[in-house]
């Protein structure tokens, strides 16, 4: 994934606003400047590998981090397990979880009970199809990471190709209307 850090304007469709290699890459004070005052953060691949009990010390250091910048870290995440709300309480993190990303009304729910706009949110997440596109549709800000874990479920697995097929056309495109 080639890497930029600098926070482009809201996109539309697939295309991320920022790409990053891991969560702790991203500018959290370059966010509190551009207005950002919420972030929304998949779960699993994102935050934290889908294997492991605990998010990284470099996750847990960033999600301090935020907090210091009056940034609120909150988990946004498809996934309707127990861990997903267990971890994210051992973390004090706000946590809406099953939310059927990349649905419109997904982001909305979430951005009105944190009494919060698509202005004021940066969605991250690893999956260009739900965390990104679903981003992009509401109005949100989109960042997105490389997965910390190869091993996944089948059905994201075969979806991968694709992913790297239109982040590779994108970029194409890009370079096109730049020269």
């Not at 606003?17 to 991203?26: E, K, L, N, W």
């Not at 973390?91 to 009970?113: E, I, Q």
């Not at 097929?165 to 096109?176: C, K």
Request: proline share 4%.
């Amino acid at each position: 994934m080639s890497t930029h850090n600098q926070f482009t304007p809201k996109r539309t469709g697939f295309s991320p606003s920022q790409q990053v290699r891991h969560v702790s890459a991203i500018d959290l004070e370059s966010l509190r400047q551009s207005g950002i005052r919420m972030l929304l953060i998949d779960f699993d691949n994102t935050l934290i590998a889908r294997h492991e009990a605990r998010p990284s010390a470099a996750v847990l250091a960033w999600l301090e981090r935020a907090r210091q910048a009056g940034i609120e870290a909150v988990v946004f995440s498809n996934n309707r397990s127990r861990r997903v709300s267990r971890i994210a309480g051992e973390l004090r993190l706000r946590c809406f979880t099953g939310v059927g990303k990349p649905a419109l009304s997904a982001y909305r729910t979430a951005l009105d009970a944190c009494g919060q706009t698509p202005a004021t949110v940066v969605a991250i997440g690893d999956q260009v199809f739900r965390d990104i596109w679903g981003a992009n549709r509401s109005g949100v800000h989109s960042i997105l990471v490389e997965p910390l874990d190869r091993r996944e479920f089948l059905p994201i697995r075969l979806i991968r190709p694709i992913e790297r097929l239109v982040l590779a056309s994108l970029r194409e495109r890009q370079l096109r209307n730049v020269g």
